[in-house]
């Protein structure tokens, strides 16, 4: 199984109303410190066993500019990740480093 | 610069409608072997300098508990991510391996 993890952000410079509010939100709330809230799409896409990893990036590349994101306001990364990792469910609350 | 990268997804078995409607074009528009996709939402948070690296998990882990995510139906993660890499803003299109 692989699977796709497709970060969707606004550009920077685009208004983001949405990202103002959390940041509102979260200052209403007592947080200290918070300079600035941009809030984006992350989508995940799990794909059919048995698919070529360079020909699954091109096809990734491609469903982002034609329908993942709007590249007038919009910017988009991937990655890919392998089986085992795809296979571990994010545990609530756990933290990445990097 | 400290940023923060907060990944809401929606619990697994909690219906999607958005991942399912973006699975159907995504069909529609010709791409094969696609399992599933899950929309999410992706929280960029910068925070003012001379914050407590320890002290900064501890009060995105509440925010994320608080106000980012519903703890019924979504789980989260969160990445704080270095000076030097935040201030190199990701290329449109950029790949990422893990």
């Keep these: 199984m692989t699977k796709a993890r497709v970060f969707v ?6 208004l983001d109303p949405q990202g103002k509010a959390v940041a509102g939100g979260l200052e209403t709330l007592g947080y200290q410190g918070i300079k600035d809230v941009r809030v984006g799409k992350l989508i995940e896409i799990t794909f059919e066993d048995g698919t070529n990893q360079e020909r699954l990036r091109e096809q990734i ?38």
């Design 61 to 98: 590349d491609d469903m982002c500019a034609r329908l993942l994101a709007n590249p007038v306001i919009e910017e988009y990364a991937f990655e890919l990740i392998s089986e085992a990792e795809a296979a571990e469910p994010a545990a609530n609350g756990s933290e990445e480093d990097s």
């Design 9 to 14: 952000t606004l550009k920077p410079g685009v």
